[in-house]
Nanobody
Framework: QVQLVESGGGLVQPGGSLRLSCAAS????????MGWYRQAPGKQREPVAT????????VADSAVNGRFTISRDNAENAVYLQMNNLKPEDTAVYYC????????????WGQGTQVTVSS
């Protein structure tokens, strides 16, 4: 089993910043890709950004380009999302993601952390 635990969500005013963290634990063989998805009310879960074990990043959502930065610490099996200049439309539940091995390669998810951007 592989567990992903997020932290760092909360309520922030427009223009503010938050840093999300996600720590993986359990029977970790490898985490070739980690990342963040988000799900806004009434919408499907969508990718925000991913990062490979060698540090290659992909920002899937153009709306966050220049505002969000993804990083990871391979030694700690952790991934981070620095979110700056937050906007109300960034309000969503943010989920940590990892490609992980549990008897076979599969997608592992955290429980989600709420980010609310409001004045």
């Amino acid at each position: 089993q592989v567990q992903l635990v997020e932290s760092g969500g909360g309520l922030v005013q427009p223009g503010g910043s938050l840093r999300l963290s996600c720590a993986a634990s359990g029977d970790i063989v490898s985490l070739p890709t980690m990342g963040w998805y988000r799900q806004a009310p009434g919408k499907q879960r969508e990718p925000v950004a991913t990062i490979t074990v060698d540090g290659s990043t992909n920002v899937a959502d153009s709306a966050v380009n220049g505002r969000f930065t993804i990083s990871r610490d391979n030694a700690e099996n952790a991934v981070y999302l620095q979110m700056n200049n937050l906007k109300p439309e960034d309000t969503a539940v943010y989920y940590c993601y990892a490609r992980c091995y549990v008897r076979r390669w599969t997608d592992c998810w955290g429980q989600g952390t709420q980010v609310t951007v409001s004045s």
